[in-house]
């Protein structure tokens, strides 16, 4: 099994790689129907519709010119990759809302972007081709 560090993740957005990437977070979810009725003797259910969210740690930096457009109501097209953007390499896209976007920091540590994106449709994984 290969294991992977992510110290060489690239995220784009719009097609604009973003500047100071500290963390990215990529959940699929996906609702569930209790189907469970009187006199069963184990639970029953099913799933509903899947979604997907991301979250994004920057370091703030307000001359990274890709990352200052970015807003909370925007719609985007996001994609992810884990390892690097090299030949060969998987990574996730998809369409986008960014819901929220907060600076902070304290005294004494790095200033910090975050965003929360929701996916607006499916969340697709490929590999990077020549």
Request: hydrophobic share 35%.
């Amino acid at each position: 099994m290969a294991r992977h560090i992510l110290k060489n993740m690239v995220v784009t957005v719009g097609g604009n790689a973003l500047d100071g990437v500290r963390s990215m977070e990529i959940e699929e979810t996906v609702s569930d129907t209790d189907l469970t009725a009187a006199g069963d003797t184990w639970q029953d259910h099913d799933t509903g519709i899947p979604g997907w969210t991301a979250s994004l740690t920057l370091l703030l930096d307000h001359a990274a010119g890709a990352n200052q457009g970015l807003r909370a109501g925007d719609v985007v097209a996001f994609e992810g990759y884990s390892e690097g953007d090299a030949i060969g390499k998987t990574y996730w896209s998809g369409s986008a809302s960014v819901l929220s976007h907060k600076h902070g920091g304290s005294y004494d540590g790095e200033g910090t972007r975050d965003y929360s994106l929701k996916g607006k449709g499916a969340l697709s994984s490929a590999v990077v081709s020549a």
